[in-house]
C-alpha cells in the first residue's frame, strides 16, 4: 500500500509558476507508475502529467503541455511537478496518484488506471 500526500498549492498570478510536490509513504513506492490529475469545479477530473517508474518515460496532458514538467526522486519517494506561465483555467485541485501501469499500455491518463490517491492540493489561479 502506498499513501499519497500533496503539497505545495495555493493563490498564484497568471503568467506566474508554482512546484507542486507528492510525498509517498509505504512499500515499493518507486514501483509505481505516478500520475499528477487536476479537477476544476464542476468538470471531470482530468490527466495532467505522468512519469514510469524509473522516471524514464514522461507524459503530458494536452492542455498542459509545454508548461507542466513532472519529474521523480526515488530515493526521496517524491514527485514533483512543476508548472510554468500559469492561466486562470489552471486552476483545480491537483492529486497525485500511484499505480500498476505500464507507460506503453496506453491507460496512463485514465483515472480508474491509479488505485492510490493523495487528498489534494488547490490551485488557484488569479487573472
Known amino acids: 500500500q502506498v499513501q499519497l500526500v500533496e503539497s505545495g498549492g495555493g493563490l498564484v498570478q497568471a503568467g506566474g509558476s508554482l512546484r507542486l510536490s507528492c510525498a509517498a509513504s509505504?512499500?515499493?513506492?518507486?514501483?509505481?507508475?505516478i500520475g499528477w490529475f487536476r479537477q476544476a469545479p464542476g468538470k471531470e477530473r482530468e490527466f495532467a502529467a505522468g512519469i514510469s517508474w524509473s522516471g524514464g518515460w514522461t507524459s503530458n496532458g494536452d492542455s498542459v503541455k509545454g508548461r507542466f514538467t513532472i519529474s521523480r526522486d526515488n530515493a526521496k519517494n517524491t514527485v514533483d511537478l512543476q508548472i510554468h506561465s500559469l492561466k486562470p483555467e489552471d486552476t483545480a485541485v491537483y492529486y497525485c496518484?500511484?499505480?500498476?501501469?505500464?507507460?506503453?499500455?496506453?491507460?496512463?491518463?485514465?483515472?480508474?488506471?491509479?488505485?492510490?490517491w493523495g487528498q489534494g492540493t488547490q490551485v488557484t489561479v488569479s487573472s
Open positions: 509505504g512499500r515499493s513506492f518507486s514501483r509505481y507508475f
Open positions: 496518484a500511484a499505480g500498476s501501469i505500464g507507460y506503453g499500455s496506453g491507460t496512463y491518463y485514465r483515472s480508474g488506471s491509479y488505485a492510490y
